[in-house]
């Protein structure tokens, strides 16, 4: 497999941090999202971390989709565009929200990656966590 990485991409959001997502999980589920991302470990290959759990103490297994925001909302299929999905979810243990944020990166009109990082419930950043 190749993948191609482009590191001059920046990318800057300027939208609300958990906001008003409920009106827009229509037609979406976490179906869409892999069970696992992957981490590199240098010149040891890859590991698969699991994206559909609770990142909280409780170790949950199950989480439920409360809303999906992206931004922008379509792609024009010119050069490069860079989208951000925030998956905001639920675990059904411990009843915590947080946010799945998926940045997609498409050369016109292709995706050629998504880089994965978290969000707690406060909107706080919890770094990478991988990519598919």
């Known amino acids: 497999m190749v993948r191609l990485i482009i ?3 920046h990318v800057i959001y300027s939208g609300d941090r ?4 409920n009106a827009m999980t229509e037609g979406r589920s976490l179906d869409e999202l892999p069970d696992a991302v992957f981490v590199p470990l240098g010149r040891r290959g890859m590991e698969g971390v699991t994206l559909k759990e609770c990142t909280y103490a409780c170790d949950g297994k199950e989480i439920s ?7 922008p909302p379509e792609i024009t299929g010119k050069s490069v565009e860079v989208v951000i999905e925030d998956w905001t979810v639920e675990c059904d243990k411990c ?13 016109d009109g292709a995706r050629i990656d998504t880089m994965v990082s978290l969000l707690d419930d406060k909107g706080h950043n919890l770094g990478w966590l991988g990519n598919y």
């Open 7 to 9: 590191s001059s991409v």
């Open 18 to 21: 958990l906001g008003n997502v």
């Open 65 to 71: 989709l409360k809303g999906v925001k992206t931004d």
């Open 95 to 107: 009843h915590r929200e947080f946010v799945i944020r998926c940045r997609i990166r498409y050369i």
